[in-house]
């Protein structure tokens, strides 16, 4: 599975990611191509490339997952964070590091995701529990 991480998450992540060996690309350092782009946009260009987008928008992408399969279109998938669970803060890049690395390696199948979110989940210290659904 190759990730594309949404502008609000750090792309000192995807930089980690990738040196464990995992496809992973920020939109802040990574694809200038993709700023200031609309989320239908990022799903669409995402969906050909193949990657799931990561992104704390639940609201606009929960809505837009909902309405592609709705209309028979396909996605590469949707990976939801949540500020209460998963801080956006340098103190918890480590956290995030390992979260992705986790769920990478749980759904190593490129289109693990496909038409699908997953909820990831940071629960106690040592638990990255998470949800996919349709």
Do not use: Y
């Amino acid at each position: 599975m190759r990730l594309l991480l949404d502008e609000m998450i750090s792309p000192r992540i995807a930089r980690e990611l990738r040196e464990a060996g995992h496809d992973v690309q920020a939109i802040k350092k990574d694809r200038a191509d993709l700023v200031g782009r609309t989320d239908r946009e990022l799903i669409q260009r995402m969906s050909v490339e193949g990657r799931a987008i990561v992104t704390n928008d639940v609201a606009d992408f929960q809505i837009i997952h909902e309405r592609m399969l709705a209309a028979g279109e396909d996605h590469a998938g949707v990976v939801f964070t949540f500020d209460a669970t998963m801080p956006r803060r340098k103190a918890t890049i480590d956290r995030w590091v390992r979260a992705l690395a986790d769920l990478l390696a749980d759904h190593g199948d490129d289109d693990a995701l496909r038409n699908r979110v997953h909820h990831l989940i940071r629960v106690g210290r040592g638990a990255f529990p998470s949800c996919t659904s349709a």
